[in-house]
């Protein structure tokens, strides 16, 4: 059971928007900032979002990251064949004092 | 070109031990916290140490406390996780990460943190 919360799964067809979820019930989200990870299947996690809401160069603009109390959110624009990945959210725990990752999000493009 | 190459994972038997290795490369490994990432197979990111820029600092995820030891060596641009009694739900690939910030430097973990750079992995088998 991950202390950050995801959906397991989600998907969409080229071109649409697609959100996913992260959550968490206490202090991990609320008070820290939120990271989010995409690791598309056989290769090493990639840094996606820093910061809730910055972007790494490289990274296309058609990802967005927000962030509202304990909740965090990825939204992924003009969705393409090559965005199929899992995502994973992080944050840093004060109270375990150790990162924690949500369980991660499988997208589907159809 | 900013690298980080682990090795050292391998098959072990319940109970034996690993040394795992990470070496950076095209940045200045002294200046950034480190951590150690693992992904069993099938399953998602767990987070299992991480260690400040000088050594002083370290942390473990509470299933590994009193077995891992994480270090490093700032001279050889080299980061160790030294692995003992190991079960067979540490089998996993064991990922590196630099963790970088915008606004510190050199801790393992913290608001303000993420961790930026990625080696490919080294896998660890543990099996009877």
């Known amino acids: 059971q991950s202390v950050l919360t995801q959906p397991p799964s989600a998907s969409g067809t080229p071109g649409q928007r697609v959100t996913i979820s992260c959550s968490a019930s206490?202090?991990?989200?609320?008070?820290?900032?939120v990271n989010w990870y995409q690791q598309v299947p056989g290769t090493a996690p990639k840094l996606l979002f820093y910061?809730?809401?910055q972007r790494p160069s490289g990274v296309p603009d058609r990802f967005s990251g927000s962030k509202s109390g304990t909740s965090a959110s990825l939204a992924i624009s003009g969705l393409q064949s090559e965005d199929e990945a899992d995502y994973y959210c992080?944050?840093?725990?004060?109270?375990?004092?150790?990162?924690?990752f949500g369980g991660g999000t499988k997208l589907t493009v159809l | 070109e900013v690298q980080l190459v682990e090795s050292g994972g391998g098959v072990v038997r319940p109970g034996g031990s690993l040394r795992l290795s990470c070496a950076a490369s095209?940045?200045?490994?002294?200046?950034?916290?480190m951590s150690w990432v693992r992904q069993a197979p099938g399953k998602g990111l767990e987070w299992v140490s991480g260690?400040?820029?000088?050594?002083?600092?370290?942390g473990y995820v509470d299933s590994v406390k009193g077995r891992f030891t994480i270090s490093r060596d700032n001279a050889k641009n080299s980061l160790y996780l030294q692995m003992d009694s190991l079960r067979v739900e540490d089998t996993a690939l064991y990922y590196c990460?630099?963790?970088?910030?915008?606004?510190?430097?050199?801790?393992?973990?913290?608001?303000?943190?993420?961790?930026?750079?990625w080696g490919k992995g080294t896998t660890v088998t543990v099996s009877s």
């Open positions: 990460a630099r963790l970088g910030s915008d606004y510190g430097s050199g801790s393992y973990g913290g608001g303000y943190y993420y961790m930026d750079v």
């Open positions: 095209g940045f200045t490994f002294e200046n950034y916290g």
């Open positions: 260690i400040g820029w000088s050594g002083g600092s370290s």
């Open positions: 206490n202090s991990n989200i609320g008070s820290k900032t």
């Open positions: 910061t809730e809401d």
């Open positions: 992080a944050a840093w725990d004060d109270t375990l004092n150790a990162w924690v």
